[in-house]
């Protein structure tokens, strides 16, 4: 058992605010497994009052403990997370820059930066990734990293199933999920785990550990780190116009062309730690904090040769010829007859014998697949005290004061691509490689809280709570080498500009921009009689960009029986615009009617997105209300909650924006050299659609003995349903129904485990509805394609076994998609099977990679 240092009854106390009460809180000095598997159900999150369960919490909580986590043959906490909360989705992100390596997220069907995140009841800093190609839900959403938490670091996960704006400030409209980090102050664990898919690739390595140490005789240092390389995956077939190739005589294009599939992650490093400390006199001193780094690679889409328009071919679909001493008319489009223009005449005399006239196909006669690489490094450090005050009108009165930092930093680097406008200077750069420069997210805060019991006549004190917050946060974007981003010779002569795939970010797009913002709230809780809980939370927030907001938040909860209660929640809430959303800028590759093109991404209030109707932009507002119920009898306990949210001027980056040449003339003056623009796409991102959201979420389990060993049953379901209230003038209809039909309406898990002496087990299987599969960002008005359709509902199965050889050691095996269903092919008629190289839609709610196994050993002390 962990040691308990004498503060405990204080850290219950204390974990009030916005901290966390330790897994003891609830009664540490009971040793039986028993007790301990009931003290994982106190949750800290949802209510500033004294910890309480799941089933005295007037809002929804969900509590995950991390050995639940760890029973899972990923080792990605998304996906840990996805398998055990139904309302929780993430998918795999192939080809979609940065977002492949920190995936976005949704809860309740609403934006990954919509769930507000904390660490041991602090608010997690941003990721610096925004997801350009976020699949319609999470279009330019910028959230924490969550992947980077470790499984064996955490004691457990709560998650806030209802709007808590008001509570914590920005995010929290579709809920809260608070990672509650170890504190024990002995015993550790080491394991490592080995995994492949069925396939046979993406094979992956894990070792993780933690230790708890005593800190002096009065504290503790919990410790955790986690070791991962992950190997890449292919699900590709090869596309019909690179074979075509292959069958003229080219013997320079590869088989196949690109990759379709997860990227490879190497190096992927991460320390947890944990510090408490009691100062004496009902005081106590606290720090926890990370560092994370890895690297990931993934592949792009493949460039042909005889057609890819800005690097081959102009926009006629002529050879791109280009006169490297900038005398164009010396050096003519050629058009392209053969199977190889390589092999033309016009070619041979015009290009391959001309020093000064230059194409693409000298230097890559087999077209080519840039490659990505995303180095993330993430750290963060929270420090605080909390403790009782005595003396005064304050007496008896819990506060907790703290300051926190955390950084999150992603540098991008392109293998196999070139600068098109450089034409024969490329050769120059080795590897053909372009550091394209870094985004860096940084937040900072400082908080204050106070919670005081009042006597006021009723069955129990009034718990009131009232606070401070400060907070500061950046995004600044470092420019790349010079050769990622400059107009080289050919620029003026329809050459592309920038490294081809993800330009380089310039010099006049580097800079930092911050915002501050100052938040004061309160809240008050009371029993009103024994049976019936009363709760209200305003709070006021003030930032320097956009100006000031106010939200209001009301729960109650009556227990009408000792088994049954019934609980009830309306709250406004808020989501700010991130800096990065304000301020990013950006150039990737699209795919738009099956075509690659170079898209643009400025700030709302550039000179070309004002041109195009971009504004500064404002926050999102909501509107939530929920209805519940709780029952417990003996063994069984079940929650039915129900939900409507509505979000009003949602923040998303726009549907693609072509530029013509009336706005070229309108840009003239505005903007230098609007004329590069011309036939290109260009985003940004404002506020301009409303939803409501309404679900049900039900949570049942039951414990009995059977086949001589202990049984628990559980079910959870979710029914999530989004409608699009005013598409508002950037949202088209394609998204629209993304936004309505791309997740499953319908998710649910059921859950059979079993324990005996020496062998514990588990089955899961996963429900998932009918969905809206999509691939990319094609408009479903090119089905014929075969880029999107409607899918009917499917399930999977997920088991494991864990043989205890004693007391320390433990050997486990199992798998997710145990049976290996295949995820929705793409419709191989409708022609883009080929094209993007792929078998399946990016967009299944379930790992397009199929069956995953894995085995682990694990060693307790």
């Known amino acids: 058992m962990s040691t308990t240092f004498r503060t405990g009854t204080l850290a219950l106390a204390v974990g009030l605010a916005l901290g966390t009460a330790p897994s003891f809180a609830a009664g540490f000095e009971e040793t039986s497994k028993v007790k301990a598997k009931d003290v994982e159900r106190i949750a800290v999150v949802g209510s500033r009052s004294a910890p309480r369960s799941v089933a005295d919490s007037p809002v929804p909580i969900d509590i995950v403990g991390g050995d639940e986590l760890g029973k899972n043959a990923s080792s990605d906490m998304l996906d840990m997370l996805q398998a055990a909360v139904p309302s929780f989705n993430v998918r795999q992100q192939p080809i979609s820059d940065a977002a492949s390596f920190i995936r976005p997220v949704n809860l309740r069907g609403l934006s990954s930066d919509s769930t507000l995140i904390l660490l041991n009841g602090k608010r997690r800093h941003r990721a610096s990734v925004i997801a350009f190609q976020g699949g319609g839900v999470n279009d330019g959403a910028q959230g924490p990293d ?11 996960v709560e998650v806030l199933r209802d709007g808590a704006a008001a509570q914590y400030g920005s995010d929290a409209i579709a809920g809260v999920m608070n990672f509650v980090l170890k504190d024990d102050a002995d015993g550790g664990s080491l394991s490592v785990k080995q995994g492949s898919y069925y396939e046979g690739d993406g094979d992956s390595t894990i070792v993780d550990g933690n230790i708890g140490l005593p800190f002096t005789k009065d504290g503790f240092v919990n410790l955790s780190f986690q070791l991962k390389e992950s190997d890449a995956t292919s699900r590709s077939v090869q596309r019909p116009d690179a074979q075509a190739l292959i069958d003229a005589g080219n013997t320079n294009v590869a088989s196949p062309a690109m990759t379709w599939g997860n990227p490879k992650i190497e190096d992927d490093i991460t320390l947890f730690g944990n510090v408490g400390l009691d100062l004496g006199d009902d005081k106590e001193f606290y720090m926890f904090g990370n560092y994370s780094s890895r690297t990931g690679t993934g592949g792009y889409y493949y460039r042909n040769p005889q057609n890819r328009g800005g690097v081959f071919t102009d926009e006629n679909g002529d050879l791109l010829v280009g006169a490297m ?6 050096c003519p489009n050629i058009a392209i007859t053969a199977a190889d223009v390589r092999t033309q005449q016009d070619y041979i005399d015009g290009v391959a014998n001309n020093d000064n006239c230059w194409a693409f196909n000298e230097l890559l006669p087999g077209g080519y697949t840039p490659q990505f690489t995303g180095d993330i490094n993430d750290t963060s450090l929270v420090m605080g005290t909390r403790g009782e005050i005595k003396g005064g009108f304050l007496d008896q009165a819990m ?31 080795p590897g053909l490689s372009f550091e394209a420069g870094s985004y860096i997210q940084l937040e900072k805060s400082f908080n204050a809280d106070l919670v005081k019991g009042i006597d006021m006549g009723l069955s129990e004190p009034v718990n009131f709570a009232t606070g401070l917050e400060w907070r500061q946060e950046s995004f600044e974007i470092v420019s790349g080498e010079q050769a990622s981003w400059k107009q080289g010779p050919l620029a003026t002569q329809g050459f592309s500009v920038g490294s081809h795939g993800f330009a380089g970010f310039s010099p006049e797009a580097q800079g930092i921009n911050k915002r501050q913002s100052i938040a004061a709230y309160i809240d008050v809780e009371a029993y009103i009689t024994e049976d019936f809980l009363l709760g209200a939370a305003l709070r006021y927030e003030d930032f320097s960009s956009f100006g000031n907001t106010t939200n209001y938040k009301l729960t109650a909860q009556y227990q009408l029986n000792d088994e049954l209660s019934f609980r009830a929640s309306h709250s406004t809430g808020f989501r700010a615009p991130t800096v990065g959303q304000a301020n990013v800028v950006n150039t990737q590759t699209s795919l738009v009617n099956g075509e690659l093109i170079q898209s643009a991404t400025f700030p709302p209030t550039h000179p070309v997105s004002a041109e195009l109707g971009g504004v500064e932009l404002q926050p999102e507002e909501s509107v939530s209300y929920a209805l519940g119920m709780v029952y417990q009898s003996g063994d069984f306990f079940m929650t039915v909650d129900a939900y409507n949210i509505e979000v009003s001027d949602r923040v998303a980056q726009t549907d693609k924006v072509f530029i013509t040449p009336a706005h070229v003339a309108a840009l003239q003056g505005k903007y230098p050299s609007p004329e590069l623009l011309l036939n290109g796409s260009i985003t940004f991102f404002a506020n301009d659609f ?10 049942a389990n039951y414990g009995m003995e059977l086949l001589e060993g202990d049984t628990k049953f559980s079910l959870a379901y979710n029914f999530n349903a989004t409608e699009v209230d005013d598409p508002g003038l950037f949202t088209s209809g394609f998204k629209v129904r993304r936004l309505e039909e791309g997740i499953p309406e319908h998710r649910a898990t059921f859950t059979v485990a079993q324990n005996w002496e020496n062998v514990s087990m588990f089955v899961r299987a ?26 009917g509902s499917s399930y999977t ?23 290996d269903k295949e995820a929705q092919e793409l419709q191989k008629d409708g ?9 399946y839609y990016e967009s299944g709610p379930y790992d397009y990679n199929g069956g995953y196994y894995y085995v682990k050993a694990a060693y307790k002390f």
């Open 146 to 156: 969550v992947s980077v938490i470790p499984s064996v670091a955490l004691k457990q």
């Open 325 to 330: 001493d900038g005398n164009a008319g010396a």
């Open 399 to 429: 506060y907790d004061i703290s300051g926190s930092v955390g950084r999150n930093k992603s540098t991008y680097t392109l293998v196999d691509t070139v600068n098109p406008s450089m034409g024969a200077l490329n050769a120059d750069q």
């Open 690 to 699: 409303d939803t409501t959201t309404k679900g049900v979420d039900i949570v």
């Open 766 to 791: 996963n429900y998932f509805g009918e969905w809206f599969a999509t691939h990319a960002d094609e408009p479903d008005e090119f089905s014929s394609y075969g880029w999107s359709e409607t899918v």
């Open 797 to 819: 199965i997920d088991a494991s076994v864990s043989y205890f050889l004693n007391d320390s050691w433990t050997l486990s095996v199992g798998a997710n998609n145990l049976f």
């Open 831 to 839: 022609g883009a099977y080929g094209v993007v190289s792929g078998k």
